[in-house]
């Protein structure tokens, strides 16, 4: 975790403190803040050069320069975990980034002795951190250290897929993770851009045997989460008379569509589509005028072909089903080998993947 953070002039001024976890005792930051500007002028100074890091036997400290302006800060994170030490360079220098253009007019010219006005940066590092998913990683870590559901998270460059931080207590195929979350992170926004104007905050896949990857979508990282749950409807699910088929196109569709018809539908879906793998609605019902998504359904498939790829490549596992969260909808894909159904709901009401595991189980309860 980023423990602490120094933002320090070139006078030795400590402009800026915050703590992760405030101490029962007052910290006394400026003599904290004297105490590394006296490391690096020692350096700077003794051996002409800047210090870049510095390790004790628990914490990293790690120096960041920014000498764009009048005055010359020096930013000043700390952990304890060596494994967060990539992640915090990237987050440093977003703070170094934000916070001079934020304060570039008290910057720009010679400290007047008043620091009250950076107090306001609090507000703006909390957006950050979130930004940068620290505001849940020691719970995270500590439900995987425990055993529970929770078996690792990935922290990933949305642009690259360069992997941040990796915490886990099972085997996590990097090189896969790496390469396709990204590819269905991508397909995932552009359709919910294109079709509802909106963002996807997350993505879950969900594999027969109960494998599940929640994908969280933040402004600067991607963070992957791996579930295992109990239930596994692996045989159950691949002898459905949909998997007895591998041609593309569906025969009997008339036959097919009845099984649908007649099922019952969970009260908090809006609206359901029976869909083949080229886009063509087999059938559909809407139950509430408000969230006709008609013209969109066609291309979620897209999603569906990513999100079953990734389910056979990273676990070697048919897809149970795949969803995306957005501002205001939830879609639900539930893989039927050559078709797929397709359902929306309200974000406010289908916005977890027990909900959501909850609905799509019915279906299968009904159809098998």
């Known amino acids: 975790m980023l423990d602490d953070l120094f933002i320090i002039n070139d006078t030795g001024q400590l402009l800026f403190s915050w703590h992760w976890e405030e101490s029962a005792e007052i910290k006394d930051d400026d003599l904290i803040s004297g105490f590394l500007t006296a490391i690096n002028s020692f350096a700077s100074i003794e051996r002409g050069?800047?210090?870049?890091?510095?390790?004790?036997?628990?914490?990293?400290?790690?120096?960041?320069?920014?000498?764009?302006?009048?005055?010359?800060?020096?930013?000043?994170?700390?952990?304890?975990?060596?494994?967060?030490?990539?992640?915090?360079?990237?987050?440093?220098?977003?703070?170094m980034d934000i916070f001079t253009t934020t304060f570039k007019e008290y910057l720009n010219i010679e400290f007047d002795g008043e620091v009250s006005k950076y107090k306001?940066?609090?507000?703006?590092?909390?957006?950050?951190?979130y930004s940068r998913g620290l505001d849940s990683l020691n719970d995270s870590i500590k439900q995987i250290d425990d055993g529970e559901?929770?078996?690792?998270?990935?922290?990933?460059?949305?642009?690259?897929?360069?992997?941040?931080?990796?915490?886990?207590?099972?085997?996590?195929?990097?090189?896969?993770?790496?390469?396709?979350?990204?590819?269905?992170?991508?397909?995932?926004?552009?359709?919910?851009?294109?079709?509802?104007?909106?963002n996807v905050n997350w993505i879950l896949l969900t594999t027969i045997?109960?494998?599940?990857?929640?994908?969280?979508?933040?402004?600067?990282?991607?963070?992957?989460?791996?579930?295992?749950?109990?239930e596994n409807i692996e045989n159950d699910f691949l002898a459905l008379d949909f998997f007895k088929t591998k041609d593309k196109y569906i025969k009997k569709p008339k036959k097919i569509v009845e099984k649908f018809e007649n099922l019952i539908w969970d009260s908090r879906i809006k609206q359901i589509f029976l869909v083949d793998l080229v886009g063509k609605i087999l059938y559909s019902k809407i139950f509430d005028d408000k969230y006709d998504c008609t013209d969109?359904?066609?291309?979620?498939?897209?999603?569906?072909?990513?999100?079953?790829?990734?389910?056979?490549?990273t676990y070697n596992r048919a897809l149970f089903n795949t969803s995306l969260g957005g501002e205001k909808i939830t879609t639900i894909c539930m893989n039927f080998n050559n078709m797929v159904l397709t359902m929306i709901g309200n974000i406010n009401e289908i916005n977890t993947f027990e909900i959501i595991q909850d609905i799509c189980y019915k279906i299968f309860l009904q159809v098998k």
């Open 49 to 95: 050069e800047d210090i870049k890091s510095l390790q004790l036997k628990e914490t990293h400290i790690i120096f960041e320069k920014s000498s764009n302006l009048v005055q010359k800060l020096t930013f000043v994170v700390t952990t304890k975990n060596e494994e967060l030490i990539e992640l915090l360079h990237s987050i440093v220098h977003d703070i």
């Open 209 to 230: 045997r109960n494998e599940n990857i929640v994908v969280e979508i933040r402004s600067k990282i991607i963070i992957v989460k791996q579930y295992q749950l109990p």
């Open 149 to 198: 559901a929770l078996k690792s998270i990935v922290f990933l460059d949305p642009k690259g897929g360069n992997i941040y931080y990796i915490h886990a207590k099972q085997f996590v195929n990097k090189e896969k993770i790496s390469f396709l979350i990204p590819l269905i992170v991508n397909s995932g926004q552009l359709l919910y851009k294109n079709n509802l104007n909106e």
């Open 120 to 129: 306001i940066f609090h507000e703006i590092l909390r957006k950050v951190i």
């Open 296 to 313: 969109y359904i066609p291309e979620t498939i897209s999603v569906l072909t990513s999100a079953k790829k990734v389910s056979e490549e």
